[in-house]
T-cell receptor
Framework: GENVEQHPSTLSVQEGDSAVIKCTYS??????FPWYKQELGKRPQLIID?????GEKKDQRIAVTLNKTAKHFSLHITETQPEDSAVYFC???????????FGAGTILRVKS | GAVVSQHPSRVICKSGTSVKIECRSL??????MFWYRQFPKKSLMLMAT?????????EQGVEKDKFLINHASLTLSTLTVTSAHPEDSSFYIC?????????????FGSGTRLTVV
């Protein structure tokens, strides 16, 4: 089955700097890759997603890139703010609507 | 947008008792529901997929007799932790897949914090 690896496990950045989180997946048939932000004790919130027919997607300060050949995708957050501090999870699915397999998560700390 | 209501949000139970967690889709029909558990500071691990009108599909290593999943209607899926033990203490969360218009994304319940004492 699908295996998703996520790095780093923790990331500390200074406010205003950029943050990059990387994930690799094992199932070449996967074609949907969302990123979630989760605050302690809360439900995950979708922040951006990408499908396999697209290489990059951007939404204001957040962008996701996908390299299907290498089977990895990355989350880029620019101009980080203290409120960006949370746990971020990547996930992969064979099709949009199918079960999601999550990465281990990255604790992002933005220091002001 | 789509909402999945999950109850209870927190529950404390004694070892050996059973606990039922409910997830209701409030304004849409969910023929499928994914059930995850999450240990502190860990990832969401898929336990099983429930399907309305048929048996749930369990992930490898998940005890189907211990974690009973039922999808009784198009708006209700339940997870019952039977004969709970302290090691079952965890955060359980359900998720419905995107709807037909594909614009809502996956809808997560608010989660249930289970503590077994």
């Amino acid at each position: 089955g699908e295996n998703v690896e996520q790095h780093p496990s923790t990331l500390s950045v200074q406010e205003g700097d950029s943050a990059v989180i990387k994930c690799t997946y094992s199932d070449s048939a996967s074609n949907y890759f969302p990123w979630y932000k989760q605050e302690l004790g809360k439900r995950p919130q979708l922040i951006i997603d990408i499908r396999s027919n697209v290489g990059e997607k951007k939404d204001q300060r957040i962008a996701v890139t996908l390299n299907k050949t290498a089977k990895h995708f990355s989350l880029h957050i620019t101009e980080t703010q203290p409120e960006d501090s949370a746990v971020y999870f990547c996930a992969a699915s064979r099709t949009y609507g199918n079960k999601l397999v999550f990465g281990a998560g990255t604790i992002l700390r933005v220091k002001s | 947008g789509a909402v999945v209501s999950q109850h209870p949000s927190r529950v404390i139970c004694k070892s050996g008792t059973s606990v039922k967690i409910e997830c209701r889709s409030l304004d849409f029909q969910a023929t499928t529901m994914f059930w995850y558990r999450q240990f502190p500071k860990k990832s969401l691990m898929l336990m099983a997929t429930s399907n309305e009108g048929s048996k749930a599909t369990y992930e490898q290593g998940v005890e189907k007799d211990k974690f009973l999943i039922n999808h009784a209607s198009l708006t209700l899926s339940t997870l019952t932790v039977t004969s709970a033990h302290p090691e079952d203490s965890s955060f359980y969360i359900c998720s419905a897949p995107p709807g037909g218009d594909s614009s809502t994304g996956y809808t997560f319940g608010s989660g249930t914090r289970l503590t077994v004492v």
